[in-house]
T-cell receptor, first 114, second 115 residues
């Protein structure tokens, strides 16, 4: 089945800096890659996603890039703010008979220092 | 529109007890799933369903049962609780691929402790 590796496990930045989180996946048939943000004690919330026919997607201060050849995708957060502090999860959804199944990375704890 | 509703929010069980975690969604999502979240291990899929009457195993199904008698409900049963099942459990739902969108909506979670 699909395997998703996420790095780094922790990331500490100063307010205003950029943050980058990277994920690799194993199943070349995967076609959908969402990113979730989870604040302490809360549920994961979808923040951005990308499909396999797109190389990059932006939404204000966040962007996701996808390299299908290398089977990796990344989350970029610019001008970080303290409220960006949370755990971020990447995920990959396989195509074919693995209908709807999302495999998650291990998570990155992002801390933004004021 | 309540989204995904999970109950209970907290539960303490003794080893060997059984219980059912409830999950209901009102978005007419075909796909529903259960994940457990443990420190450093992300979210791991327990069981999932692509529609009423259809369920399948995920990555860590042992010790859990599910059923999907209606589109709205997807309960998770712990057959004989073990300390290794201490975790936070999330229910999530979405439309099937190719339809209105693929993003998951998560419930608020159930924090389960087995002593």
């Amino acid at each position: 089945g699909e395997n998703v590796e996420q790095h780094p496990s922790t990331l500490s930045v100063q307010e205003g800096d950029s943050a980058v989180i990277k994920c690799t996946y194993s199943d070349s048939a995967s076609n959908y890659f969402p990113w979730y943000k989870q604040e302490l004690g809360k549920r994961p919330q979808l923040i951005i996603d990308i499909r396999s026919n797109v190389g990059e997607k932006k939404d204000q201060r966040i962007a996701v890039t996808l390299n299908k050849t290398a089977k990796h995708f990344s989350l970029h957060i610019t001008e970080t703010q303290p409220e960006d502090s949370a755990v971020y999860f990447c995920a990959a959804k396989a195509g074919g008979t693995s209908y709807g199944k999302l495999t998650f990375g291990q998570g990155t704890i992002l801390t933004v220092h004021p | 529109n309540a989204g995904v509703t999970q109950t209970p929010k907290f539960q303490v069980l003794k080893t060997g007890q059984s219980m059912t975690l409830q999950c209901a969604q009102d978005m007419n999502h075909e796909y529903m799933s259960w994940y457990r979240q443990d420190p450093g291990m992300g979210l791991r899929l327990i069981h999932y369903s692509v529609g009423a009457g259809i369920t399948d195993q995920g990555e860590v199904p042992n010790g859990y049962n599910v059923s999907r008698s209606t589109t709205e409900d997807f309960p998770l049963r712990l057959l004989s609780a073990a300390p290794s099942q201490t975790s936070v459990y999330f229910c999530a739902s979405s439309y099937l691929p190719g339809l209105k969108g693929q993003g998951y909506t998560f419930g608020s979670g159930t924090r389960l402790t087995v002593v």
